[in-house]
C-alpha cells in the first residue's frame, strides 16, 4: 500500500553558518515529509505541481534520490517558490515567502485515487495559498470518506499568512482549519501552531479537535518531546538529547516517521489507528522522536535514512 504525500516543493535560502550569505536549500513540508518516508523505505508518491526551472529539477532529482514516485508530480514554467529562512540562536526557524504566481499553488485536481493509496498526507503553504488550497482541502474530504486514512499538519507560517495579498485573513484560516476537522484521522501540531490556533485554557481544547472529528491529535513541543490525545488518552514521549544544530525539517521528520511507523505496522486505517493502546503509541513516538533527533544534529531539513533511524 502507497502513502501519497500532498503539497508544495520549494527552494529554502538557509544562512550559512559563520557569514551573511544564504545558501539554497530544497525544502517545503510536504516535501520533507515525503523524502522522509521514502528514505525510511515506505512506499511513497509525492503530488504536487512543480517548475520546470532548475530548481525544479532538483526537487524531482532528490525526490527520486529518496526513492519517491514522482509520476503523480505536474510541471509548469511558472517559478519555484522562495523561502527565506532566518535562525535564532536556539537554531529554530523563522520564515518569510515569495509565491506569487509560483508553480505549486497552480496543482491540478488528480481525478480519483487508486485503490492501492492507503494514506494521504497534507499540510504547510499548499493548504494556504489558492487555486491549489482548495483543491488539496477537496481532495483531503474525498480521501477521507473513501476511506483512506488522512493526515494533516497545518504548520502555521503566519508570515505567509500577512503576505497572501487577500487570499485569506488569519481569522478566515481558522475557520478552514475548523472546516477540515472531520476529515483528519491524525492532526499533527507543534506548540506554536496550537496557541495560534487558539488552544489554551479559555479558547478551543484538544477534546474539541477530537470531537469534530479528528482520531489523534499529536502535539510536537521541541525538545520536550511529542504527546498524543487519543480514545487511549495522553501519551508522551521525551525529547531525545542532542547537539541542535538547526530545527528545520523537524517537525516534518516527526510526520514522515509516524507515517512509516504506522505503515509498517500496517496501521492503516481510521479502526486500526483508533485502537492503538497507549504502549503502541509510545513505540510509534519513540521512533518519532529519534528520528527527528538524527534531523536537528545536521543543517536543514536532512531526514534520516532506514539504516540510521534503526539504531538505538
Known amino acids: 500500500m502507497t502513502i501519497l504525500v500532498c503539497g508544495e516543493a520549494l527552494v529554502d535560502l538557509v544562512p550559512v553558518h559563520e557569514g551573511p550569505l544564504l545558501a539554497p536549500k530544497l525544502g517545503g513540508g510536504p516535501f520533507n515529509v515525503a523524502v522522509a518516508l521514502g528514505r525510511l523505505g515506505t512506499d511513497v508518491g509525492f503530488l504536487s ?37 532566518t535562525l535564532a ?41 489558492e487555486p491549489g488550497a482548495s483543491m488539496y482541502a477537496a481532495l483531503l474530504h474525498r480521501a477521507h470518506e473513501a476511506g483512506k486514512l488522512t493526515m494533516l499538519d497545518p504548520n502555521i507560517r503566519p508570515a505567509a499568512i500577512d503576505s497572501t495579498s487577500g487570499d485569506i485573513t488569519a481569522d478566515g484560516f481558522r475557520r478552514r482549519f475548523k472546516s477540515w ?18 488552544l489554551g485554557p479559555e479558547g478551543t481544547t484538544v477534546d474539541d479537535w477530537l470531537a469534530a472529528g479528528v482520531t489523534a491529535v499529536v502535539m510536537t ?45 500496517s496501521i492503516v486505517t481510521t479502526v486500526a489507528l483508533s485502537e492503538m493502546s497507549a504502549p503502541d503509541w509510545e513505540a510509534a513516538l519513540g521512533f518519532a522522536a529519534r528520528a527527528a533527533a538524527i534531523t536537528v544534529s545536521r543543517p536543514g531539513a536532512d531526514p ?9
Request: net charge negative; charged share 25%; proline share 5%.
Open 49 to 85: 505541481r512543480v517548475s520546470s526551472d532548475p530548481f525544479g529539477e532538483q526537487i524531482l532529482g532528490s525526490l527520486s534520490d529518496a526513492s519517491v514516485d514522482v509520476s503523480w508530480v505536474q510541471r509548469g514554467d511558472e517559478p519555484t517558490t522562495l523561502a527565506m529562512t
Open 89 to 129: 540562536e536556539d537554531g529554530s526557524a523563522q520564515y518569510s515567502f515569495y509565491a506569487d504566481g509560483t508553480a505549486d499553488r497552480l496543482v491540478k485536481d488528480p481525478g480519483d485515487l487508486p485503490d492501492d493509496i492507503a494514506v494521504l498526507s497534507f499540510g504547510t503553504l499548499s493548504l494556504l495559498y
Open 304 to 312: 534520516p535514512w532506514a539504516s540510521e533511524a534503526r539504531r538505538d
Open 221 to 265: 513541543r521541541g525538545g520536550d518531546g511529542i504527546s498524543v490525545f487519543s480514545a487511549a488518552g495522553e501519551t508522551s514521549v521525551p525529547g531525545v538529547e542532542v547537539d541542535v544544530i538547526d530545527t528545520i525539517g523537524a517537525g516534518d521528520t516527526v510526520h514522515g516517521a509516524l507515517l512509516a511507523f504506522l505503515d509498517n505496522e
Open 181 to 198: 476537522l472531520p476529515a483528519v484521522d491524525i492532526l499533527k501540531v507543534s506548540d506554536d501552531d496550537s496557541h495560534w490556533l487558539g
